[in-house]
């Protein structure tokens, strides 16, 4: 019940694409939930953050959208650059936000073509 | 931009031996959190940290593992008798609150032979 399944596993998207990574969840107290970008040889940073009171939020060219009934939340990379080639995780918790005890997908490693 | 630092980069050490990681978070940030991301799999949830006592553990974190804030700059995680599973990228953040934004530091690659 404490997981978090994250998909696709690895993503090829051509430059100024859409790309979309899904997530799914089991727990309903989960009340945040986050994406993180991860660069090779670097932490994960916060990309953008949900709460399950608005079904979409979007930062620049990053959109989360969100479905409380169905579970499930993805992450909307819209105009996807090279520079975006990174791993994405999807995370949850039921601390309102914050980094405690955030259960993580198993990430995206999502490529951009030029 | 601040930011927390870890070091080593890279520790490499025998099985059975003690190991401490260190974290120097970000200045006027009150929580403290260690992640740690075995080689190919999700970033899991160890320990978090605030006003000198454990919020919060994962059953990761058994008697094996511990926390300190030393003085008023440094975090560490130490590892007691460290196994070859014990293998892994181990993260150190902060947050200013517990419900704000964390940063993650670089993390410090521990190899067990």
């Known amino acids: 019940q404490q997981q978090v399944k994250q998909s696709p596993q690895s993503l090829i998207v051509q430059k100024g694409g859409i790309s979309i990574i899904n997530c799914a969840y089991e727990?309903?107290?989960?009340?945040?939930f986050p994406w993180y970008q991860q660069f090779p040889g670097k932490g994960p940073a916060l990309l953008i953050a949900?709460?399950?009171?608005?079904s979409e939020k979007k930062e620049g060219r990053f959109t989360i959208s969100f479905n409380k009934s169905a579970k499930q939340f993805s992450l909307h990379i819209m105009d996807s650059q090279p520079g975006d080639s990174a791993t994405y995780f999807c995370?949850?918790?039921?601390?309102?936000?914050?980094?405690?005890?955030?259960?993580f997908g198993k990430g995206t490693h999502l490529i951009i073509q030029p | 931009e601040p930011e927390v630092t870890q070091t080593p980069s890279h520790q490499v050490t025998q099985m059975g031996q003690e190991v401490i990681l260190r974290c120097v978070p970000i200045?006027?940030?009150?929580?403290f959190y260690w992640y740690r991301q075995i080689l190919g799999q999700k970033v899991e949830f160890l320990v978090s940290?605030?006003?000198?006592?454990?919020?919060?553990k994962s059953e990761i974190f058994d008697d094996q593992f511990s926390v300190e804030r030393p003085d008023g700059s440094n975090f560490t995680l130490k590892i007691r008798s460290t196994k070859l599973e014990d293998s892994a990228m181990y993260f150190c953040?902060?947050?200013?609150?517990?419900?704000?934004?964390?940063?993650f530091g670089q993390g410090t690659r521990l190899t067990v032979v």
């Open positions: 953040a902060s947050s200013e609150w517990g419900t704000t934004e964390a940063f």
């Open positions: 727990n309903t107290a989960f009340d945040y």
């Open positions: 949900i709460r399950p009171d608005v």
């Open positions: 995370a949850a918790s039921s601390r309102g936000g914050g980094a405690d005890g955030l259960t």
């Open positions: 200045s006027n940030h009150l929580y």
């Open positions: 940290f605030y006003n000198n006592e454990i919020s919060e």
